[in-house]
């Protein structure tokens, strides 16, 4: 069986997963009222939003007192708070809408979803008064430029448009405003048109254009002479005066034409329109409560914010002073969490058919433990990226894996914080379900048995981002070092750039790229290994320890020079020496011998290069490296016979530790000594770039770390050679093992030269006191 016959309803249907609030059309509605799924959540946000709502329908003066005569409805990327306020929209206006065969209106389709009946009653009370809904993204809607005035224009814009006047230009909307009041509109309009054969409507944002025109259709309508019309035309901008309280008197002039009538403003995204910007979210406390206070409880303000209206109002910089405790006290608040976008997706994408379901069944019978294993996540990541947990898990979610609902809805609002996408992203132009339903579609034509990779989400949100992020990954398609594969690694790398609750490790990137339930894990660890090797050499990545992170432009060409920055050989060994003689080791250059608490001095070379001066001691500690250009030569017999120089002149010969082999952790030593001199070169110098390379200084302080931990393991697990031959000491900490191997060598020199052990008040300082 394809996976497109697996659903209810076919995969590849316009299902309009993304809400915008002007898209109007009455099939659009029809399909949104009719696949809207009430989740248990939902539905107690309907309730709570009629329980603040109805007390103004029954008594608005009163419930105007209370004061709060707005809900603040609040929630991430994928919460459904946009299609929520919509929804509520189609209620309250009890909104017609056809498919072309069958007419329904809004409550009729709410009748079917199993709410409430105290609820389905509240609604139909609700929409027994002439209810004026005012539905608009303000971010697509203001005008920014217009500065701390904008939230108010856009305000009278979309008023004055409901109302058929003007939008553009609030002075001639107050004009026509002005006629309609004298009830003499439609008459200057049809004397306008007989004027200028032109119409009204689709010419008055030209009006400058037909300033006799409107003078001589004025005077007409007004009973005016035409020189008091042109006068009156004249000044129309300039007595003009836009304030809040003029706002809420035309809403109020609006409202007493008929007294059961209720204004709603739906204002999606106004939080962050605001951002943090205290005069503007001043204006908006300062309408909100004009409107309660003036309209007397008929005029209402909805919002929606990713934030709630404390967080928002506690993030303002320098609000200091300013008192936003009207604006808390003007709304209810409903939080809508990401707790049910699984289930609206399944739902409305998802549903399985009845024929569907044995087969499901089956394959998690014979595959759920190896799918379990296969899809696991390593320590790093945190417990909020769901397995499947049963059969009716992976029936529900199939071809998904229930941990795509929580990382691609945070996917998508870290891209949209970190700015690495436009602005059509952050207006909600890409829902959650569009993502999985495009997701979907690439794989309807595949039998049963495959899996959606992370990869799979990344064409959703493709037209939307930057042109420099797109760029990157498009040239990367051109280059041929770079497979199919590896492109889908990287887009992988770029989606989980932002989140935090996923690190980009090799174990991760395996589970996030599994694309059939019998995956080979060994062989897709090797191809994803190939595929980060070449990006890595193309400079589209870089490895931080354990992970790999997609680079963005700026940080690509920081990478490139901290690559190209040149650097000695004595730089890599002094660092390695640093590493283990005081960091490891904790400078410590001196051995008490336990038997008579003598203390002998300790030499210490790295890759021959000394530590504490040329001198041998008494005892002497030579690190080997791969460092060391020379270090192929040191095989066991090399390293045995260098452990006994000095043993001939009458010295204690020396402890050789040759560390292993280990490509990572000296490459990220080298990375690290680049990183610090490009650091101590460009600090102070790149303003521009400050943040970068701040970002840059912190990063290398973990690789430090990363690094000491790595050496600490490197010397516990090394070759050790004391007097001609290897050693096998015990112990966990190298501090330990080499305790142990001091004690070695002092009390085998001593016998080898066939002395008798140090005793009680013998002091010895270098070799020559053992043989003499």
């Given at each position: 069986?394809?996976i497109?016959?697996l659903?209810?309803?076919?995969?590849?249907?316009?299902?309009?997963?993304?809400?915008?609030?002007?898209?109007?059309e009455?099939?659009?509605?029809?399909?949104?009222?009719?696949?809207y799924?009430?989740?248990?959540?939902?539905?107690t946000?309907f309730?709570?939003?009629?329980?603040?709502?109805?007390?103004?329908?029954?008594?608005p003066?009163?419930?105007?007192?209370s004061?709060k005569i707005?809900?603040?409805?609040?929630?991430f990327?994928?919460?459904g708070?946009?299609?929520?306020?919509k929804?509520?929209s189609?209620?309250?206006?009890?909104?017609?809408a056809?498919?072309?065969?069958?007419?329904?209106?809004a409550?009729?389709?709410?009748k079917?979803?199993?709410?409430?009946?105290f609820?389905?009653g509240e609604?139909?009370?609700a929409?027994?008064?002439?209810?004026?809904?005012?539905?608009?993204?303000?971010?697509?809607?203001?005008?920014t430029?217009?500065?701390?005035?904008?939230?108010?224009?856009v305000?009278?814009?979309v008023?004055?448009?409901?109302?058929?006047?003007?939008?553009?230009?609030?002075?001639i909307?107050?004009?026509?405003?002005?006629?309609?009041?004298?009830?003499?509109f439609?008459?200057?309009?049809?004397?306008?048109n007989?004027l200028?054969?032109?119409?009204?409507?689709?010419e008055?944002?030209?009006?400058?254009?037909?300033?006799?025109?409107?003078a001589?259709?004025?005077g007409?309508v007004?009973?005016?002479?035409?020189e008091?019309?042109?006068?009156w035309?004249?000044?129309?901008?300039?007595?003009?005066?836009?304030?809040?309280?003029?706002?809420?008197?035309?809403?109020?002039e609006?409202?007493?034409?008929?007294?059961?009538r209720?204004?709603?403003?739906?204002?999606?995204?106004?939080?962050?329109?605001?951002?943090?910007?205290?005069?503007?979210?001043?204006?908006?406390?300062?309408?909100?409560?004009n409107?309660?206070?003036i309209?007397e409880?008929?005029a209402w303000v909805?919002?929606?914010?990713q934030?709630?209206?404390d967080s928002?109002?506690?993030?303002?910089?320098?609000?200091?002073?300013?008192?936003f405790?009207?604006?808390?006290?003007?709304?209810?608040?409903l939080?809508?969490?990401?707790?049910?976008?699984?289930?609206?997706?399944?739902?409305?994408?998802l549903?399985?058919?009845?024929?569907a379901r044995?087969?499901?069944q089956?394959?998690?019978?014979?595959?759920g433990?190896?799918?379990?294993?296969?899809l696991a996540?390593?320590?790093?990541?945190?417990?909020?990226?769901?397995?499947y947990?049963?059969?009716?898990?992976?029936?529900?979610?199939?071809?998904f894996?229930?941990?795509?609902?929580?990382?691609v809805?945070k996917?998508?609002?870290?891209?949209?914080?970190?700015?690495?996408?436009?602005?059509?992203l952050?207006?909600?132009?890409r829902?959650?379900?569009?993502a999985?339903?495009?997701?979907?579609?690439?794989?309807?034509y595949?039998?049963?048995?495959?899996?959606?990779?992370?990869?799979?989400?990344?064409?959703?949100?493709?037209?939307?981002?930057?042109?420099?992020?797109k760029?990157?990954i498009?040239?990367?398609a051109?280059?041929?070092s770079?497979?199919d594969?590896?492109?889908?690694?990287?887009?992988?790398?770029?989606l989980?750039?932002?989140?935090?609750?996923?690190?980009?490790t090799?174990?991760?990137?395996?589970?996030?790229?599994?694309?059939?339930?019998?995956?080979?894990?060994?062989?897709?660890r090797?191809d994803?290994?190939?595929?980060?090797?070449?990006?890595?050499?193309?400079?589209?990545?870089?490895?931080?320890?354990d992970e790999y992170i997609?680079?963005?432009?700026?940080?690509?060409?920081?990478?490139?020079?901290?690559?190209e920055t040149?650097?000695?050989?004595?730089?890599?060994?002094?660092?390695?020496?640093?590493?283990i003689?005081?960091?490891?080791?904790r400078?410590?250059?001196?051995?008490r011998?336990?038997?008579?608490?003598?203390?002998?001095p300790?030499?210490?070379?790295?890759?021959?290069?000394?530590?504490d001066?040329?001198q041998?001691n008494d005892?002497?500690?030579?690190i080997?490296?791969?460092?060391?250009?020379?270090?192929?030569?040191?095989?066991?017999?090399?390293?045995?016979n260098?452990?006994?120089?000095?043993?001939?002149?009458?010295g204690?010969g020396?402890?050789?530790?040759?560390?292993?082999?280990?490509?990572?952790?000296?490459?990220?030593?080298?990375?690290?000594?680049?990183?610090d001199?490009?650091l101590r070169?460009n600090?102070?110098?790149?303003?521009?770039?400050?943040?970068?390379?701040?970002q840059?200084?912190?990063?290398?302080?973990?690789?430090?770390?990363r690094?000491?931990?790595?050496?600490?393991?490197?010397?516990?697990?090394?070759?050790?050679y004391?007097?001609?031959?290897?050693q096998n000491?015990?112990?966990?900490?190298i501090?330990?093992i080499l305790?142990?191997?001091?004690?070695y060598?002092?009390?085998?020199t001593?016998?080898?030269?066939k002395?008798?052990k140090?005793?009680?008040?013998y002091?010895?300082?270098?070799?020559?006191?053992?043989?003499g």
């Amino acid at each position: 069986m394809q996976i497109k016959d697996l659903f209810i309803k076919d995969i590849n249907r316009p299902i309009n997963g993304v809400v915008k609030a002007d898209q109007l059309e009455s099939n659009t509605v029809f399909t949104e009222l009719d696949e809207y799924v009430i989740t248990k959540e939902l539905a107690t946000h309907f309730e709570e939003f009629f329980d603040a709502y109805m007390p103004s329908v029954r008594d608005p003066k009163k419930k105007a007192e209370s004061g709060k005569i707005g809900v603040w409805v609040s929630g991430f990327f994928g919460s459904g708070k946009s299609h929520f306020i919509k929804i509520l929209s189609y209620l309250l206006q009890n909104i017609k809408a056809t498919n072309g065969e069958i007419d329904r209106s809004a409550i009729e389709f709410f009748k079917d979803k199993n709410l409430d009946g105290f609820l389905l009653g509240e609604i139909d009370t609700a929409v027994t008064k002439e209810n004026t809904v005012i539905l608009f993204n303000i971010d697509s809607r203001a005008n920014t430029d217009e500065g701390v005035d904008a939230i108010l224009k856009v305000f009278l814009k979309v008023f004055n448009e409901q109302m058929g006047f003007s939008g553009d230009h609030p002075h001639i909307a107050h004009l026509e405003r002005e006629l309609d009041q004298r009830g003499v509109f439609q008459q200057f309009k049809e004397e306008f048109n007989t004027l200028t054969s032109s119409n009204w409507l689709e010419e008055r944002d030209a009006y400058d254009f037909y300033r006799d025109d409107m003078a001589e259709a004025l005077g007409k309508v007004t009973n005016q002479s035409t020189e008091s019309a042109r006068q009156w035309v004249e000044q129309l901008e300039n007595n003009f005066t836009l304030d809040i309280a003029n706002f809420c008197k035309w809403v109020k002039e609006y409202l007493d034409a008929d007294l059961n009538r209720r204004v709603l403003f739906f204002v999606d995204e106004v939080g962050q329109f605001i951002g943090n910007n205290t005069q503007m979210m001043l204006k908006l406390q300062t309408i909100t409560e004009n409107l309660g206070t003036i309209c007397e409880g008929r005029a209402w303000v909805v919002v929606t914010s990713q934030e709630d209206i404390d967080s928002v109002i506690g993030h303002m910089a320098g609000s200091k002073g300013h008192d936003f405790s009207k604006i808390q006290g003007r709304f209810e608040r409903l939080s809508l969490s990401s707790s049910n976008t699984s289930e609206v997706i399944e739902k409305r994408l998802l549903s399985k058919l009845e024929q569907a379901r044995p087969i499901l069944q089956t394959l998690y019978d014979q595959k759920g433990d190896i799918l379990r294993n296969q899809l696991a996540f390593d320590s790093t990541t945190t417990a909020e990226l769901a397995n499947y947990k049963d059969a009716t898990s992976f029936i529900h979610s199939y071809p998904f894996v229930p941990y795509h609902y929580n990382l691609v809805q945070k996917i998508f609002e870290a891209i949209r914080k970190a700015g690495a996408t436009g602005l059509h992203l952050s207006r909600g132009e890409r829902s959650l379900l569009d993502a999985f339903q495009s997701a979907a579609k690439q794989v309807r034509y595949e039998e049963v048995g495959v899996l959606i990779p992370l990869y799979y989400f990344y064409p959703a949100i493709e037209s939307f981002l930057d042109t420099s992020v797109k760029k990157d990954i498009d040239q990367a398609a051109e280059k041929e070092s770079i497979s199919d594969f590896a492109l889908n690694i990287l887009k992988t790398l770029f989606l989980i750039r932002y989140v935090d609750v996923i690190k980009s490790t090799m174990d991760n990137l395996v589970t996030l790229c599994v694309s059939k339930v019998d995956e080979d894990r060994l062989t897709l660890r090797r191809d994803i290994e190939q595929a980060l090797n070449a990006l890595e050499a193309n400079l589209l990545i870089a490895r931080q320890g354990d992970e790999y992170i997609f680079l963005t432009n700026e940080e690509k060409e920081i990478e490139n020079e901290i690559r190209e920055t040149e650097i000695e050989l004595s730089d890599e060994t002094k660092k390695l020496s640093d590493l283990i003689f005081d960091d490891v080791l904790r400078r410590d250059n001196i051995y008490r011998y336990p038997e008579n608490k003598q203390d002998f001095p300790i030499s210490r070379f790295c890759n021959g290069m000394p530590r504490d001066g040329s001198q041998e001691n008494d005892l002497v500690v030579k690190i080997i490296s791969p460092i060391d250009p020379n270090y192929s030569e040191y095989d066991s017999t090399v390293c045995a016979n260098q452990s006994q120089d000095g043993l001939s002149s009458g010295g204690a010969g020396a402890i050789i530790i040759k560390l292993a082999d280990n490509n990572k952790v000296f490459d990220e030593i080298r990375t690290f000594i680049k990183t610090d001199k490009f650091l101590r070169r460009n600090t102070g110098n790149r303003p521009e770039q400050q943040q970068l390379l701040h970002q840059k200084g912190s990063e290398n302080q973990d690789r430090n770390r990363r690094v000491k931990l790595a050496i600490e393991d490197l010397l516990k697990d090394a070759e050790f050679y004391a007097l001609g031959s290897q050693q096998n000491p015990k112990g966990g900490a190298i501090s330990t093992i080499l305790q142990e191997l001091y004690k070695y060598v002092i009390e085998n020199t001593f016998s080898k030269l066939k002395l008798v052990k140090p005793f009680p008040g013998y002091s010895t300082r270098n070799s020559k006191h053992l043989s003499g």
